[in-house]
């Protein structure tokens, strides 16, 4: 998957091919529903966000500056929309007097263990805490999972998290230090750590 392959697809898909549109989905669909369901920390919440990111994405293609990268674009409107959605279910929460809920994140099997090649118990143990970690991720502050997951599993800089998020650059630093001091506590009550 290439620069050059996205934009062939989006040629296709500006010439109105379905084929185009299809590729482009199934290349990304898997991409931008989890990035979705990191920042909801919801299945279904995910799944409509997915389908909403496409939709935009899809109608906004002619606009698209062909001789740009597509993934950063594409992350862009998915971000976007979870921020909104996620500000809009906060504010619907809080004038119904709810708390945010976050349900439990995929799960370990023994032949995903074994297919791997590697250590078994090294890789429970890495798995075990890949999953305590992104349930501790689930439980932080919208904002606060918001950085943490733009940071961590997209791999943005400071300066690109505040332009997605709409926030200062400070705050977003400041979010990640409090964040990642939540999750150390989490998993160093879990696994006996000394903090």
Not at 11 to 19: A, I, K, P, V, Y
Not at 114 to 136: C, F, I, M, Y
Request: proline content about 4%; glycine content about 8%.
């Amino acid at each position: 998957m290439t620069i050059d392959d996205d934009r062939r697809l989006i040629l296709r898909c500006r010439n109105g091919e379905e084929d185009g549109y299809r590729e482009l989905m199934i290349r990304y669909e898997k991409y931008v529903y989890t990035l979705c369901l990191r920042l909801t920390g919801n299945r279904e919440d995910a799944l409509d966000l997915t389908q909403e990111t496409f939709i935009r994405v899809l109608r906004g293609l002619d606009g698209f500056q062909i001789n740009r990268p597509f993934k950063p674009w594409l992350r862009q409107v998915a971000v976007r929309l979870c921020l909104n959605h996620l500000r809009d279910e906060g504010a619907n929460r809080a004038r119904n007097g709810l708390s945010l809920q976050h349900p439990v994140g995929g799960e370990l099997t023994l032949a995903d263990t074994l297919a791997s090649g590697t250590d078994p118990s090294q890789e429970v143990e890495w798995r075990d805490l890949n999953r305590h970690l992104w349930k501790a991720v689930g439980r932080l502050p919208p904002l606060y999972r918001l950085v943490v997951t733009l940071r961590h599993q997209e791999g943005m800089s400071y300066e690109e998290i505040a332009a997605a998020a709409g926030l200062p650059v400070g705050t977003v630093k400041t979010y990640l230090f409090r964040a990642r001091n939540r999750l150390k506590q989490e998993l160093a009550a879990i696994y006996g750590w000394e903090v």
